[in-house]
């Protein structure tokens, strides 16, 4: 099978970098890597003392770690030492570890190789500050995506005063000129677009039309090989064609967290919150769900299924509730995205269940836990 070169996204923060290069990643069915996961992963286990290690210790530590990449899209999971990387890099302090850590020779050296052999084991859609500079110079497709900083400083004001902080405007667009700048002239991999690279300004763009223009661009230079299913020739998406496989029982199991707190927990155990039973209606919602999925996820086959349940675990430490949606089918496509879309779906019910008590409910770690079924055999990790 023919394979796609990496395809790397460079750019300041605020541009984004990351929901292209996931939507790349989904649509070409290849993994997406996000380096700077790979700095926070790093940066939470040395611990907050590893920059001031000498430098050949320091060197020494981060070649003991080994990464991995998992799925595409939205699904890419990155794996360190055989372990899942989960929410626990997303946090501000392990942010702020991080940025010490990525002004070190040793560490950036020591990520460098191992994002390297990521790309010699699978093709990539990778987005960072110097992927097409320094990580993969000889990379065939390369972007530059940028903004204009008023523009960047304006989103993220928007973002900021959803969640409700109060923020200024002009300290925004002021710290983000600062960063670029500091980015921009640091002396380890500073910033600044390849010479090959093409600009993607998103100044104006939605997603979709800056991922069309990838897209486009990619397919200019004759990269979107007949193998890659979801892509036509012109660039567009389709449905796959499946009419050529055969037919097998198909088992998809999915599982997110709903976090709540002691108070909401209690009024569902006692079914009395305002609007009623959740979880009763919850299961209803996901197994309803599962059943109109091709109908809302535009490329997912129409399947039959034979059996599709919601199951729910509530746990008091930490208080919460998890949601197990199972998905069967006898057919030629899997039923993973039926299980997927059931699950948060119920998760969904659940945050509008009990939104009248808690506001600041959350909804994460959705992910397959289970599949069999097709070509690609069983994935398990029931377990973990």
């Not at 996901?286 to 034979?306: D, F, N, Y």
């Not at 008590?357 to 973990?384: C, H, M, N, P």
Request: net charge neutral; hydrophobic share 45%.
């Amino acid at each position: 099978m023919e394979r796609l070169p990496i395809i790397t996204l460079d750019g300041p923060a605020g541009v984004g970098k990351s929901t292209l290069a996931r939507r790349l990643s989904a649509l070409l069915g290849i993994p997406c890597l996000n380096t700077g996961a790979m700095f926070r992963t790093l940066a939470l286990r040395l611990g907050p003392d590893a920059a001031a290690l000498p430098a050949e210790e320091l060197r020494a530590r981060c070649d003991a770690f080994a990464f991995a990449l998992e799925g595409s899209g939205e699904d890419t999971r990155l794996v360190c030492n055989g372990e899942p990387v989960g929410a626990e890099i997303a946090t501000e302090e392990a942010g702020k570890m991080a940025s010490r850590l990525a002004v070190s020779v040793p560490v950036r050296e020591s990520l460098k190789a191992a994002q390297r052999r990521l790309g010699a084991a699978s093709p990539l859609v990778t987005e960072g500050r110097d992927m097409g500079t320094a990580i993969f110079p000889q990379a065939r497709f390369k972007f530059f995506v940028d903004a204009d900083p008023d523009v960047r400083a304006q989103r993220r004001y928007a973002e900021l005063r959803e969640k409700g902080e109060d923020v200024s405007l002009d300290a925004i667009a002021r710290d983000i000129r600062e960063r670029d700048d500091n980015d921009r002239n640091r002396s380890a991999a500073p910033l600044r677009a390849a010479d090959d690279a093409v600009l993607v300004d998103t100044s104006r763009r939605t997603v979709e039309e800056a991922v069309a223009f990838i897209l486009a661009e990619i397919e200019r230079k004759g990269g979107l090989p007949a193998a890659l299913s979801h892509i036509r020739e012109d660039g567009g998406v389709r449905m796959v064609d499946v009419g050529g496989k055969a037919t097998s029982e198909r088992v998809a199991i999915v599982r997110c967290l709903v976090d709540i707190n002691e108070e909401t927990l209690a009024k569902l155990k006692e079914k009395a919150l305002p609007k009623g039973d959740a979880l009763a209606t919850a299961r209803v919602a996901g197994i309803l769900a599962a059943k109109r999925t091709a109908e809302l996820i535009p490329l997912c086959h129409p399947v039959r299924l034979t059996f599709a349940d919601v199951r729910f675990s509530v746990r008091d430490v930490p208080p919460g509730v998890l949601v197990e949606a199972e998905t069967r089918a006898a057919d030629r496509t899997g039923v993973e995205m039926e299980a997927l879309v059931a699950a948060q779906t119920a998760a969904a019910v659940i945050y509008d269940m009990c939104k009248a008590v808690q506001r600041d409910i959350t909804i994460r770690d959705a992910r397959l836990v289970y599949k069999s079924g097709g070509r690609s055999g069983v994935f398990d990790r029931r377990s973990e």
